[in-house]
């Protein structure tokens, strides 16, 4: 029997998974290798499923979440179970691919919110922490992600618009993709894909060996990104082997965890790096998309 912060996240987050794999099942057959198999098509789906697991976790685990929201902030308590129901109502949109830009618009804000209110201030505050910068740099990268299914949504009404917001989201990713790709080949010893500072699973073979290849394919594919005829080959080459990380190393360390904080330590990593993989692929479609001319969207997407 799963404990109710290991049972409600996961059931969230795969039910969500589900849902959006059989939303998009008809882009998805219709796909073309350009799109890393497809797995463009299901970034707003990668990204659904992760939210909607955090915000399990935010229902379930919301007196510990509340000590780290801001202690300037009143009803500390209030809001962690806000953020939590924001996190599924975006989830629900992207699934049923209802009202999406202003899932996506909103979303955008939350996270640069985190970003402004914790992140970037315990970066100031320690500045020779790594870790830090790490974390600044992957909300932020998911609210520009957010940013970027927003102009994907919007395309046909603001192309131009859409367009600058691509390009802006393109360059942030290049840059975040050598960042990560360097911290990675510094520290070889850390979970790869998304850095954080647990210490690679002893189950995993050679952990400095795939740490330097996860490091150099993203330094890689953020310099290829700085290239606008390869971006999204590139974009979607990063999403992918985020994804193949999720897949391989993490979804294995839920099953061979003991311990309901061991599974709550794993689901926070199967479900970070799957949110990465999901903005990634986002991104790229944003890029893909404002190389080519406006397509007509269905009225219920927006």
Known sequence: MLAPAVFWPTVLGVSSLVAGIVSYRRELASSTSREAFG??????????????????????????LAQIVPKFM???????????VAHLAAALSFVARRYVRWAAFFLAIMFALFVLLMDLPGAITHPT????????????????????????????????????????????????????GIEHVLYPQFSPGVPDSK??????????????????????????????KVAGSAGASA????????IVLYVPEF?????PADQVIALNFIFDTLLFAGTLLVITRAILDSESKPLAISQTAL
Not at 74 to 84: D, T
Not at 215 to 224: C, E, K, M, S, T
């Open 39 to 64: 797995l463009v098509v299901l970034g707003p789906t990668f990204v659904a499923a992760s939210l909607a697991a955090f915000a399990g976790e935010h229902f379930t685990a919301a007196k510990s």
């Open 74 to 84: 009143p009803a500390r308590l209030f809001i962690v179970y806000f953020v939590g």
């Open 129 to 180: 922490i790594r870790l830090f910068w790490s974390l600044a740099a992957r909300e932020t990268t998911y609210s520009i992600g957010a940013a970027a299914l927003f102009a994907t949504a919007v395309r046909n009404r603001w192309p131009t618009r859409s367009n600058r917001l691509a390009a802006i989201a393109r360059f942030w990713t290049a840059f975040v993709l050598v960042f990560y």
């Open 199 to 228: 210490v690679t699973s002893a189950w995993v073979p050679l952990p400095h060996a795939v740490a330097y290849l996860t490091g150099i394919l993203l330094i890689a594919f953020g310099v290829a990104m700085l290239v606008r």
């Open 239 to 246: 999403g992918l082997l985020m994804t193949l990380l999720t």
């Open 255 to 259: 099953f061979f965890a003991h311990t």
